[in-house]
């Protein structure tokens, strides 16, 4: 017990990794928050710059830009509308409705706090539970993570205004542009329509920037004569009365953030939007219609994408299993430094798994301080004139879509989905299940062909196998749940029922 409390307490003691891993958050912050320069890129070209360290320092780095970086996320969601992440998609709903009303600080304020608790309970669970939630995620078939990509799909209805028809209709158009270019079980080309430049798909990033970040600065154009509105920055950190009212739902929330974020191939983006459609399930009276505003838009999917980063390490260290993209990174650093991740690491190197634990503890700190302040500074962003708003929107996308490859051809597709999305806004279509069908897209077509294969491409094998595992049948029911509660049969049944 002493000698885990030691290596918990490691990053503590010594000035150098504390100072590291300071750095480390306050870098991935910023990462975040630029759209397009995301934290597995991040730490990925940390590998090259830090395997000739020793391993305790090049870990402490890596955490702390993880940790910032999917906290920075929410800052330009906040107050550009541009997720800097996937994860922050459904923080965008309703923390830029906020900027908008002069509340930017306050969005700003919530979100820090509230990713620091989901932080705090996603690393809990790690040093409690790590090998019971790993147990937990090995009992998921393909057909379960199929499951659970078409469950986050029928959430679109969560993202749509209330238009199940516009809702699927986005999230569906979002599953065919994911399904562009070489089939990654045969090799062979999908919607390329002999077209070159299609056989190497098109960048989600590119998608995601395109549609939110380019095509907000098209409708900023149809409001050059609107007056600039001042944002009301008094109290940033939340008061206690506020945090008691929402811890119930915050605890639901970040519990939703652990379980998907120990699912293998899952990751934040899944866990925010099904925390988004909970927040919406169980919240009764709203003070604040959700898409308008509403503290609780901002709370659900904060807490659930920082919990997700605890979840994402317990089958990284307890089954050598990477939770995420970021996670899998972090395996290879750890095999270069002559680690091996998995159930022995735990049993022959106890002190790896708290100098982690206590690595990710000090980041999740380190957020909370660096995230409340320059807060003033920040949300001067949204008071600028729109000759100068708009341009700089126009040069973060650009900047965000090139980096990713490289490639001027997604700086193209950046541009041509900005068009398609602002005239799915001038209709009312929801831009947000697009970009979500785009990135789930691959996890249900890869599971879906997985499950069907290995039941010799029998449907009712298929339908047996679901109906025969209790984890199954659960989410099964649960899709069919949610498309019937989304549409006007549902209505009748509960009209009939009471």
Request: hydrophobic share 55%; net charge neutral; no cysteine.
């Amino acid at each position: 017990m002493a000698e885990a409390f030691w290596a918990f307490a490691t990053v503590f003691t010594q000035l150098d990794l504390l100072g590291l891993v300071a750095l480390g958050t306050f870098a991935g912050i910023y990462i975040g928050a630029i759209p397009g320069l995301s934290v597995t890129m991040a730490v990925s070209i940390l590998i090259s710059f830090t395997f000739a360290w020793d391993v305790y320092p090049a870990i402490s780095l890596m955490i702390g830009i993880y940790m910032g970086g999917v906290y920075g996320g929410s800052r330009t969601a906040i107050l550009l509308n541009i997720p800097g992440a996937p994860s922050a998609i459904a923080t965008a709903l309703d923390g830029y409705p906020m900027a908008q009303k002069g509340d930017a600080g306050v969005a700003i304020g919530v979100t820090t706090v509230m990713s620091f608790f989901g932080g705090l309970v996603g690393i809990l669970v790690l040093a409690v539970a790590a090998p019971v939630i790993a147990d937990f995620a090995l009992r998921f078939q393909p057909r379960d993570y199929m499951l659970l990509a078409l469950l986050g799909i029928l959430l679109v209805g969560s993202l749509s205004g209330g238009s199940l028809v516009k809702g699927i209709f986005a999230g569906a158009l979002g599953i065919g542009i994911g399904s562009v270019g070489m089939d990654p079980l045969t090799f062979t080309e999908r919607f390329t329509f002999d077209f070159p430049v299609l056989r190497q798909g098109v960048s989600f990033i590119a998608v995601m920037i395109g549609l939110f970040g380019v095509s907000e600065a098209l409708m900023q154009l149809r409001h050059l004569d609107t007056p600039i509105i001042k944002q009301k920055i008094g109290r940033i950190v939340p008061s206690w009365g506020t945090i008691r009212k929402h811890l119930p739902l915050s605890l639901q929330t970040s519990s939703i953030g652990v379980i998907i974020g120990a699912l293998p191939g899952t990751g934040g983006d899944i866990a925010a939007l099904l925390a988004y459609d909970h927040a919406k399930r169980v919240t009764k009276n709203p003070e604040v219609p959700f898409g308008q505003g509403a503290m609780e838009g901002l709370i659900a999917p904060e807490t659930a994408n920082n919990a997700a980063v605890g979840g994402a390490f317990i089958p990284m260290i307890t089954l050598g299993i990477p939770g995420d993209a970021v996670t899998a990174i972090m395996i290879g650093a750890l095999f270069i430094h002559g680690l091996n991740p998995g159930p022995m690491l735990m049993i022959d190197q106890p002190d790896m798994f708290w100098f982690i634990v206590g690595a990710l503890f000090t980041a999740n700190v380190f957020m909370l301080i660096f995230g409340l302040t320059g807060v003033r500074v920040f949300t001067k962003i949204v008071e600028m004139p729109r000759a100068v708003l708009i341009p700089l929107i126009m040069l973060l996308s650009i900047v965000g879509a090139y980096a990713v490859n490289n490639s001027v051809t997604d700086v193209y597709w950046m541009l041509g989905f900005g068009v398609f999305g602002y005239f799915m806004k001038q209709y009312d279509y929801p831009l947000g299940p697009v970009v979500l069908g785009v990135i789930l897209s691959r996890l249900l077509d890869d599971n879906w062909r997985r499950a069907i294969i290995s039941v010799r491409e029998s449907v009712p094998g298929f339908m047996a196998g679901v109906l025969g595992s209790p984890l199954s049948t659960v989410l099964f029911v649960s899709v069919i749940l949610i498309f019937v509660s989304q549409t006007p049969l549902w209505g009748w049944i509960k009209r009939r029922v009471t």
